[in-house]
């Protein structure tokens, strides 16, 4: 949630931080603002210009100066936690003399006790929000050295930050902290910049340093130094960025979002691409970090994730219980970490994350290793906190994903589960006979998305008639009840409209009684076993008058001739038709949303990385 940026060097740092936050908009988007040192002409330099609005970032832009001077500053997109979102609530935040600022990402949880005691000491509070705090408190500690008054006020926290502070007596100088919120260091020629994301950097910098927790940077444009909340010097690792700008631009596209929908093809082949092993019909998968003989001791798989990555666990313990004949199960981070949850022996744990700093991800991560639990990172941001903590893992390489909704990055998941359920099943029963097929139908499905993506208009047409319904059921069986739950939730997050999703044979059980002319209902139709059942659940929808939207193999006439609406989908095997389900009920989603008239890469109370509880 929320997006800092902060840069120092010789250009005009207005211009770079507002280009920096529209960056970072997908992180959060109810307010912006920017902190950059007044004209020296005007007031020696001694105070701060602050300009925040609420509202995008267009709406900032439009109230910043062009001419705006100052070579150094810092600024904030946000996600409303505390507080309404108003110009005040906006960051940054400055303390009573207005010569200290600072932006943060977090909660701060022990906030009231604070300002209590720094209105007591004086400190006049303009805003509701938990991080005016950390302003005043910098101030109540500055003795003419803000890297030393930001240490000191943070061992009065408590809760999780991303802080980027500045001083109007040190022009220059951005004094950056961490704890559970992620900050980037970019090193540049002659200039430093911060931000909560790499995206912010790239215009300038593919040098980066990635800060953990607990440690303190303080940049100059030409020198920075790390170390500990205890002033303790931290030696930093500088990677490299390897994202292109452009994958970061539009590309023709009128929305991030179709663009990454129809980046597919590519990102699954990037995901695959060097990890198949056609020689030993294995998954070459050298991140896991663990030798055979672990590998195949393992009698369990817990699947740890929140949102679309759950969803994408829950297609990934399915098939590793039906592929590689080992129990698995998909855990809601959010509750397995307060669940006090028993760490069972040849357990092995996924953390699956897009951004890689998914909150209750990590906290439930860390959960598991205080106790001894092995823990695998699938996350698509190198350097990100869970790929980095977790004890090996699965970069999904589906390059950057700016729209808030995932689409691109779940397909890319799912990749990465298909190679390990392989990896995993040939160190047991798979054959390797079985394991050349498995890999000759995987390397197929780039292939498969592609012609899937090729129903656009159809589908479009198809949206365009649905987009005026109120409430949807998306209803699929085995490996397609998750791919049901996606589509159900892509459907929420972009065009507000209510769908939910639904196991098929589960209908009978209470949700019958929503049908009506008035609710659709999409099916996924396997082509397996299960394909008769659903179709009988189909009928079941169709006596009682509720129309039907209906995804299945090309060339099926029976599901054709019971559904008002039929999608059909390239044939593959029955364990990959999540691939070619997912897209076109990504597009269904986007196109009621764009028919509706929606902010479809940035939806309303959304942000894209979910760094706060």
Known sequence: MCGIVGYTGPRQASRILVEGLKRLEYRGYDSAGIAVPKDATQDEGKTLVVIKKKGKIAELRKAVPKDLPGNFGIGHTRWATHGGVTDANAHPHVD?????????????????????????????FRSETDSEVIAHLVAYHYDGDLETALKAALRHLKGTYGI???????????????NGSPLVLGVGDGEMLLASDVTALLTYTT??????????????????????????????????????????EKGGFSTYMEKEIFEQPESIERALTGRMDFEYCSAKLGGLDMSKKELHAIERIRVIAAGTSWHAGLVGCQLMESVARLPGQAELASELRYRNPVVEPNSLYIAASQSGETADTLYAMREIQRRGGSVLGICN?????????????????SGPEIAVASTKAFTSQLAAFYLLTLSLARLHDMSHHEGERFLTDLKAIPAAVRRSLLLRDSIQEIAKRYARFGDFLFLGRGLLYPIALEGAL?????????????A????????????????????L????????KTISNMKEIKARGGPIIALAEEGDELVASIADDYIPLPKVDTRFQPFVMMP?????????ALELGRDIDQPRNLAKSVTVE
Request: hydrophobic fraction near 40%; include cysteine; charged fraction near 25%.
């Open 164 to 178: 980027a502070a500045v001083h109007a007596d040190e022009p220059g100088r951005i004094v950056g902290a961490r």
């Open 96 to 124: 009573s003399s207005g010569k200290i600022a600072i932006v943060h990402n977090g909660i701060i949880e022990n906030y009231i006790p604070l300002k209590e005691m720094l209105e007591k000491e004086g400190a006049i």
């Open 584 to 592: 076109p009920l990504q597009l269904f989603a986007y196109f009621c």
């Open 525 to 532: 139709v396997p082509n397996d076993h299960l394909r008769e």
């Open 207 to 248: 040098s980066v340093v990635y800060l953990n927790d607990g440690e303190v940077v303080s940049m100059t444009p030409t020198e920075f130094r790390i170390s500990d909340r205890d002033d303790r010097a931290v030696d930093p690792e500088i990677d490299l960025v390897t994202w292109k700008l452009d994958a970061i």
């Open 381 to 397: 941001v190198v350097g990100s906190t869970i790929a980095r903590e977790s004890d090996g893992g699965i970069y999904v390489h």
């Open 490 to 502: 892509k459907l929420k997050e972009i065009s507000y409209i209510h769908a939910e999703g639904y």
């Open 504 to 523: 098929s044979g589960e209908i009978k059980h209470g949700p019958i009684a929503l049908i009506s002319p008035d609710t659709p209902s999409v099916f």
